[in-house]
């Protein structure tokens, strides 16, 4: 079965810093999806980034990049400039093509220094 | 807002009521989820329906009770619940025929069992 491993569970950042949360994940499929998932303190959980695994460049929105490496099943996030907003819980996940199943690791909360 | 809508978003009860939690998503999707959420736990996985037919249910007690009547309502029927269920119950939903399409989740329902 595949699992998904994010090994902060917590880290903290100054506000405009980068950070960079860590994700890993044990798979036997070659070809997948992995997502970051953010959610704020009694809000909502939302989709921040998504990467395909076909795709060796590495997804970015804003502020928000990731560094793929297939070969060591390794996803961390990259947040740059970070923002007083960016304070959440962020979740690595992996979706099967096989299955229609996501799976989730254990989140790392993310505090932003002022 | 997401599109994808939860009641009630609070729900205490005792370990001998009967409860409900309804999920309605306004995206179009054809599949729908529900997670259960508890601190330091990966999200758990417990039903996923496709097309309105149940295709996931990870040995999830059957205290818990799905209903899907159609693409875009889902139920969770409780009864005889257990202190430990106490969690957060967060519904999704996506586009199952699509591996690169991502989840979009409710607010979910933090319930407490006494």
């Known amino acids: 079965a595949q699992t998904v491993t994010q090994s902060q569970p917590e880290m903290s950042v100054q506000e405009a810093e980068t950070v960079t949360l860590s994700c890993t994940y044990d798979?036997?499929?070659?070809?997948?999806?992995l997502f970051w998932y953010k959610q704020p303190p009694s809000r909502q959980m939302i989709l921040v980034i998504r990467?395909?695994?076909?795709?060796?460049q590495n997804a970015t929105e804003n502020r928000f990049s990731v560094n793929f490496q297939k070969a060591a099943k390794s996803f961390s996030l990259k947040i740059s400039d970070s923002q007083l907003g960016d304070a959440a819980m962020y979740f690595c996940a992996y979706r099967s093509p096989s299955r229609d199943q996501f799976y989730f690791g254990t989140g790392t909360s993310l505090t932003v220094i002022p | 807002e997401t599109g994808v809508t939860q009641t009630p978003r609070h729900l205490v009860m005792g370990m001998t009521n009967k409860k409900s939690l309804k999920c309605e998503q306004h995206l179009g999707h054809n599949a729908m989820y529900w997670y259960k959420q508890s601190a330091k736990k990966p999200l758990e996985l417990m039903f996923v329906?496709?097309?309105?037919?149940?295709?996931e249910n990870n040995s999830v007690p059957s205290r818990f009770s799905p209903e899907c009547p159609n693409s875009s309502h889902l139920f969770l029927h409780l009864h005889t619940l257990q202190p430990e269920d106490s969690a957060l119950y967060l519904c999704?939903?996506?586009?199952?025929?699509?591996?690169?399409?991502?989840?979009?989740f409710g607010p979910g329902t933090r319930l407490l069992v006494l």
């Open positions: 990467q395909e695994a076909y795709k060796q």
């Open positions: 329906y496709n097309f309105k037919e149940q295709t």
């Open positions: 999704a939903s996506s586009q199952a025929v699509s591996n690169q399409e991502t989840q979009y």
């Open positions: 798979t036997s499929e070659s070809d997948y999806y």
